[in-house]
Nanobody, 129 residues
């Protein structure tokens, strides 16, 4: 089992940048897919950026070209660099990971991980002038 804790959220003006980090502990070597998800008030949680065990990255259309996901230190750190932030990016951001039998998917502008084993508690990002 892996434990996840996000950090780096906060308030930023439109057009600004933030970098989120997710510290992973436990059995990080077995994470097939790791990713960032977000949930805005009144909306469903959505995947925005995921990376698989081969290092392939997938982005939702809503963040493509603005956000970049990366993982370091043998899966113990997952980061999300967010640039050109928009008010519609305001949400609670969650880090998630699968075990060895998980998978990544990319379909019709949406992305995610299947068979997610662990979620972080979330970090709030507010984009407002």
């Amino acid at each position: 089992q892996v434990q996840l804790v996000e950090s780096g959220g906060g308030s930023v003006q439109p057009g600004g940048s933030l970098r989120l980090s997710c510290a992973a502990s436990g059995d990080t070597a077995s994470n097939y897919c790791m990713g960032w998800f977000r949930q805005a008030p009144g909306k469903e949680r959505e995947g925005i950026a995921v990376v698989d065990s081969d290092g392939n990255t997938y982005y939702a259309d809503s963040v493509k070209g603005r956000f970049a996901i990366s993982k370091e230190n043998a899966n113990s750190t997952l980061s999300l660099q967010m640039n050109s932030l928009k008010p519609e990016d305001t949400a609670t951001y969650y880090c998630a990971a699968t075990g060895p039998f998980g998978g990544s998917w990319d379909s019709n502008g949406h992305v995610g991980c299947s068979n997610i084993d662990a979620w972080g508690p979330g970090t709030l990002v507010t984009v407002s002038s």
